[in-house]
């Protein structure tokens, strides 16, 4: 195929509103296909201009849609910024008073395992039966409170460093260690009010994120592990910035030192780097989180529970979002994930080649 006809079959916009009716097809219309599960919004950005963008019938413009794991990314964002400002150093122990005590073992946690989820701290993601899950008990049962304070307050089962282990009440942690890093208050509505603003000044305003609603605990605690709200178009822009650490206009928003951090392969897991996921061969896990060998190895991606994906390959100059309801490990997750595979597999490299101008179908 000629690389112009790439664009000749991305150039297509679906969007809800009044334009005219079109018929011209899209190259996110297999995403909303019986096989891959619920499809809600997609959207496909190439060199800061929109490609495609698509809801079902019934979601817009007008609606947030849930980040779940994806939020992990936005914490750790919001660590490198504290870093970059010299209050947190990788490297360090991390700033966690409940664990300095003198034989506590845990002292030797660094911020580094943290991101790289490698703490060694006992956890377990994913429950058989669903109620033997930590996250789920500390998130919708009994840890609501004081999320951050069940999270901080397990031992260890590994040596620090040593282990992978996927883990949404790790992120927890961070985002305690920013809060406290921000204000000694124990107000919760002060904490949370605090958190917020730093989010919205070092990264949703300079990147255009209008929409952001953060969720916290009962102490304050933004929930960075599982819930933040945004719109698609949010997403879309928290994936531009994933691209290269710029906002809007090019404003440097993310240090290129912490997002190449951000984007380097972990000692304990080839696939995943410092709260984001690569697309590189070798993971932790039996099935990977990407798809190696599709698309450049210098692809990244957010990933949610029920398939929530914020994909950034700044080789292609390529954001691709998708958000949606398709079960974690089932056949319709692996359709899906061969499916956005097979839609960046049709994006040239070739940075000088640029879509036809767009047109718009409801």
């Known amino acids: 195929m000629q690389k112009n006809s790439h664009w000749m079959m991305l150039a297509a916009i679906l969007v809800a509103g009044s334009a005219p009716a079109a018929t011209s097809p899209t190259p996110l219309d ?31 413009d007008a609606n947030r849609f849930v980040s779940w794991s994806m939020a992990k990314t936005v914490t750790a964002i919001l660590v490198g910024e504290l ?21 506590d073992p845990r ?16 956890h377990t993601e994913v429950g058989n039966p669903v109620e033997a899950s930590d996250t789920n008990q500390v998130l919708f049962v009994s840890g609501t409170q004081a999320m951050a304070q069940r999270a ?6 590994a040596q620090p460093g040593k282990t992978f282990e996927y883990s949404s009440l790790t992120t927890l942690i961070l985002s305690e260690i920013i809060t406290r890093t921000l204000t000694a208050s124990a107000d919760p509505k002060e904490r949370a009010r605090i958190y917020r603003a730093f989010a919205q000044r070092r990264l949703f305003g300079p990147a255009g994120i209008t929409s952001a609603m953060l969720d916290f605990d009962g102490s304050g605690t933004q929930i960075g592990g599982s819930l933040i709200y945004m719109t698609l178009d949010d997403y879309g822009r928290l994936g531009q910035v994933l691209l290269d650490g710029q906002g809007r206009d090019g404003q440097r928003i993310v240090d290129p030192d912490w997002l190449a951090f951000m984007k380097t392969p972990s000692p304990t897991n080839r696939e995943y780097g410092g709260q984001l996921w690569l697309n590189r061969a070798g993971g932790a896990d039996r099935v990977p989180a990407l798809f190696p060998g599709h698309g450049p190895d210098t692809l990244v991606s957010c990933l949610g529970h029920l398939g929530q ?11 691709l979002v998708r958000l949606g309801k398709t079960q974690d490990d089932t056949p319709a997750f692996a359709a899906l994930r061969s499916t956005l595979a097979r839609i960046v597999d049709r994006v040239p490299t070739d940075r000088s080649v640029r879509p036809s101008p767009a047109s718009v179908r409801r």
């Open 309 to 319: 994906f914020v994909i950034a390959s700044p080789d292609q100059g390529l954001v």
């Open 83 to 103: 870093v970059a400002d010299g209050k947190l150093a990788l490297d360090a122990p991390a700033p966690v008073a409940e664990w300095h005590g003198a034989n």
């Open 152 to 157: 901080i307050g397990v031992p260890l089962e």
């Open 107 to 122: 002292r030797a946690i660094t911020l580094r395992m943290l991101l790289n989820m490698s703490s060694g701290l006992r």
């Open 30 to 60: 297999s995403l909303f296909s019986a096989g891959v599960g619920e499809t809600r919004a997609a959207l496909m950005i190439r060199d800061g201009r929109v490609v495609a963008k698509v809801y079902e019938p019934g979601y817009s």
